[in-house]
């Protein structure tokens, strides 16, 4: 009777084995017991986050530099920061002039195994219309979304190349969200296509590739840094071109303080509305799920609101 036990009892812990092996972790070959270790990816700001953790799912160790609720334009990494870019296998940024860090920080890491993505590379950028600023070009690209397409394609080969045996589930992950993005792409072409008015006033020209794309015009109180501040003249203009438009809304961004913008709204008598840049979420926000799609939808709604 005894005997029997035993047997029942190790029969029963294969059995248990087998299924764990089937239903867990990437192991690694001939060590069954380790876990695969997933790439360590980093990333600027909140929106090549969102875009990499679309890409890369749940294959990889994603940490966004940027403190959820920090405007990153003026942002710089902490030594600790640095400390964690020495064991990283991939940082992923926009480039575009958005980092005034990021080269300088990659010149001084040890790290030889580092990927670093500059994310639009291959997309045309516009030149700074502001030239007193320190940026050469525009840097917000990824508010156009067939931009954002082309940046996720950047991401998915520079995580396929630091982690080749996941190459096909970064690749799936792009087509699924490629399609997603096309048809924003499609709901702001035919939504805007039909509004009365074409000029929008924001805080932040953050706008510039969404307008260009979808026939806006953008009137930026402040430049493409968001805290930079206008001049006395460049008020009074805006004061009288809203005036003449009949301008309705002044658009500002949850990060950076709306007063300005407030101002030149009393000065008219218009309305305030959000339209977000998706630079940083807020901590509210992250844990609400919003996420690119869903926060560009909030922006088209405000859009198609103001300018009909």
Request: net charge neutral; with cysteine.
């Amino acid at each position: 009777m005894k005997v029997r036990r035993q047997i029942v009892f190790f029969g029963s812990l294969a059995v248990v084995s087998l299924s764990l092996l089937s239903c867990g972790s990437k192991t690694i070959p001939g060590n069954p017991a380790k876990e695969m270790e997933k790439i360590s990816v980093y990333t600027s700001f909140y929106a090549m986050y969102d875009l990499t953790q679309k890409i890369g799912g749940d294959r990889i160790r994603l940490v966004n530099l940027v403190p959820a609720g920090t405007e990153p334009h003026e942002w710089e990494p902490s030594t600790g920061d640095i400390v964690h870019l020495e064991k990283a296998d991939v940082l992923v940024y926009n480039g575009a002039s958005m980092e005034g860090w990021v080269s300088r920080v990659i010149a001084t890491l040890k790290n030889k195994r580092l990927i670093a993505v500059e994310a639009s590379r291959d997309i045309k950028l516009h030149d700074n219309p502001e030239k007193a600023e320190n940026l050469k070009y525009d840097p917000h690209v990824w508010l156009y979304p067939m931009n954002a397409i082309q940046e996720m394609k950047v991401i998915m080969n520079a995580l396929s190349n630091a982690d080749p045996a996941n190459a096909d589930y970064f690749r799936s992950n792009y087509h699924y969200y490629s399609g997603k993005f096309s048809e924003l792409d499609r709901e702001y072409r035919e939504t805007l296509a039909t509004v009365k008015n074409r000029s929008i006033i924001v805080s932040h020209q953050a706008f510039g590739y969404l307008c260009e794309a979808y026939g806006l015009n953008q009137i930026a109180i402040e430049g493409l840094s968001a805290d930079s501040e206008p001049s006395t003249k460049k008020m009074a203009e805006i004061v009288q071109f809203a005036r003449k438009r009949g301008v309705k809304y002044i658009f500002f961004e949850d990060l950076v303080s709306p007063k300005v913008a407030e101002a030149v709204a009393r000065e008219i008598g218009a309305q305030t509305e959000t339209l977000n840049p998706l630079e940083g979420l807020t901590e509210k926000e992250l844990s609400e799920g919003k996420e690119y799609l869903s926060v560009m939808k909030c922006n088209l709604a405000a859009l198609k609101k103001a300018l009909q």
